[in-house]
């Protein structure tokens, strides 16, 4: 299973652009990426989801470089409500278990 | 998206009593569903990876006899804590997958059972 890195944490205020940046180094072949928001005494819940190149849906954008061996997350223009943690993840692609092993997440704090 | 609910959201127990929480794919077949638990400012920890039909495989470290898992029929799985104790108090997710669907589908994830033991 890829191992994915990111920053603990980070801050923003309203109305910014915010990018989050996921490393993964080892991410195999058949692997998506993907993106979770989580807030407190919640379930994930699911962003969004590429293979590489950009993918854009109408929360978010997800960038993917041709080695895919990162990945940025880009929320457009945050509200308080954006406040939450953020998880990258492997998406396993060619196990028959497909599992999910969640990382530390970044927590993302918007400000006023 | 697709809708995992979880039940219950809370629950408290007394010590030496068991628990079940369940977990049902509402509008898909979940082929492979995942339970998770989380502590308090900490990320999910996969506890095990059930198909339905199958007995559940258990990540290292987590004791299959005192997390019971079943996972019954393509819309429910079930995790069972026996004779909880207050170290057991948590956060637990489950999560569903429906593999038929091809290797990308994502993920969905219940809204969590907060399970307090005293």
């Known amino acids: 299973l890829a191992k994915t890195t990111q920053p603990i944490s980070m801050d923003s205020y309203e109305g910014q652009e915010v990018n989050i940046t996921c490393s993964h180094n080892?991410?195999?072949?058949?692997?998506?990426i993907t993106w979770y928001q989580q807030f407190p005494s919640q379930g994930p819940r699911f962003i969004i989801q590429?293979?590489?190149t950009k993918v854009t849906n109408e929360v978010a954008s997800l960038f993917i470089p041709a080695d895919r061996k990162s990945s940025t997350l880009s929320l457009p223009r945050v509200s308080l409500s954006d406040t939450a943690v953020y998880y990258c993840?492997?998406?396993?692609?060619?196990?028959?278990?497909?599992?999910?092993?969640f990382g530390q997440g970044t927590t993302l704090q918007v400000k006023p | 998206g697709a809708v995992v609910s979880q039940h219950p959201s809370w629950v408290i127990c007394k010590s030496g009593t068991s628990v079940k929480i369940e977990c049902r794919s509402l509008?898909?077949?979940?082929?492979?569903m995942f339970w998770y638990r989380q502590f308090p400012k900490q990320s999910l920890m996969l506890m095990a990876t059930s198909n339905e039909g199958s007995k559940a495989t258990y990540e290292q470290g987590v004791e299959k006899d005192k997390f019971l898992i079943n996972h019954a029929s393509l819309t429910l799985s079930t995790l069972t804590v026996t004779s909880a104790h207050p170290e057991d108090s948590s956060f637990y997710i489950c999560?569903?997958?429906?593999?038929?669907?091809?290797?990308?589908?994502?993920?969905?994830f219940g809204q969590g059972t907060r399970l307090t033991v005293v």
């Open positions: 993840l492997a998406l396993e692609g060619s196990s028959n278990t497909g599992k999910l092993i």
């Open positions: 509008d898909f077949q979940a082929t492979t």
């Open positions: 999560s569903a997958r429906d593999l038929s669907r091809g290797p990308g589908t994502e993920a969905f």
């Open positions: 080892n991410i195999a072949t058949n692997d998506y």
């Open positions: 590429g293979y590489k």
